[in-house]
């Protein structure tokens, strides 16, 4: 008998073939909306493996309700949303998907950075609305990216491939995280910072941290008003390492120049929510991993996690956390 699996999300059809294969798949075959909890509850009930999403909640009343779950697979890297000590608690295998997103987040992020730097919503919005009536010395002013300083939070896989784009467009960077890493500074040539040096002096903040409670709120009002009055700040990581209140004050009254988030608090954002009629702020629907082969590798590498965990086998990628 193959084991039965819940599966949270459509997936693409290669990965979902491959599970097929050897596992009885009951899928949410839908992308949007995403199942309710109690419907992730209910139809995992009697499944030996979960492949879930970072939307997910995946807590300890519903290890519970699934005696029988023995896997669960997460289709991203990070897992902020299962109770891993619950699972450890409960035997039950956890696996993410780190590594395959790594090029196509700092590609965002890298993106992100230079619309912002650049106004390119600005500039869109500025040509539909029927603005652009003439060329002009101080329409639509940006600022350099080249030669300009980058910090980076966190200086993990992500954090490491934003330095080496950023080397190409001659960027200084400075880099913070809970250590130095001396042979990364040989290697990028990048420069080590305390967080509160690094947000003085960058021109741009890029967060690439986990969520965790020790980032939870990381960048409130202290730290917006430490930085540079022409500082952009980018998150690709988790909304809530962000306190949005504080944020939408410092965009507001100029404290910094910008900022463009892939990831918001709450998320998705409301359409009415009040950081959106901010002109000076740039938001993604979270799809910094969102290109066709990246998803592809993702979803992948969750089915093997899962059927590697069903036939009693280590999973290739567990969570280290
Ligand atoms: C992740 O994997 O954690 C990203 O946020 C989505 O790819």
Redesign the pocket.
Known sequence: MRPEVFVTRRLPALALEELSQSCQVDMWDHESPPPPYETIVARTRDKEGLLCL?TDRIDAALMDAAPGLKVISQC???YDNIDIQAARARHIAVGN?PGV?TEA?ADFAFALLMASARRIGEAIDYVRNGDWKTWGLTILLGQDVHRATLGIVGMGRIGQALARRAEGFEMRVLYSDVARQPSLEARLGVEYAAFDDLLQQADFVSLHVNLTPQTTGLIGSRELALMKQNAILINTSRGQVVDPQALYQALKSGRIAGAALD?TDPEPLPPDHRLLSLPNLIVAP?I??ATESTRGR?ALMAVHNLIAGLEGNPLPNPVSG
Do not use: D, R
């Open positions: 970072l991203a890297v990070g998907t997103l987040t990831v979270h910094a991993s993702m």
